[in-house]
């Protein structure tokens, strides 16, 4: 099952959101633990990485992440996610669209840690 964590690079505080590998069960177990975790942070300070590398995407997983996303908006400033590939490219354009934010993709846990470094500067 994934995890939710807070991480530190460069002194930066990052949430990690690891939905890798994860059924939709799992996916929304963690989507409900994250929520709290979300919504106790202050309005627009959260650097967010999601992984969703081999993360079993179906209709049920993509609306969850909808609706998650969504939920994030108002607390999360910037945010990366790893893992889109295939088919996903789509279900991440579905999400984009619905909640009308903006994020980055990352092929690396590196590259997205970077990013969000030089974005926040």
């Known amino acids: 099952m994934g995890e939710i964590k807070f991480i530190t690079h460069h002194e930066k505080k990052i949430l990690h959101l690891d939905f890798a590998g994860c ?23 959260l650097s967010v990485i999601s992984d969703v590398t081999d993360m079993k995407a179906n209709k049920e997983v993509t609306q969850m992440m909808k609706e998650f996303t969504a939920h994030n908006k108002p607390f999360v400033k910037q945010s990366v996610v790893l893992g889109i590939t295939g088919i996903k490219k789509v279900l991440y354009q579905v999400v984009i669209k619905f909640s009308n934010r903006k994020i980055t993709l990352a092929n690396t846990m590196d590259e997205a840690k970077e990013y969000l470094r030089k974005d926040a500067e």
């Open 23 to 45: 059924n939709s069960t799992e996916v929304s177990a963690l989507i409900n633990d994250a929520k709290k975790v979300i919504a106790a942070q202050p309005h627009h300070s």
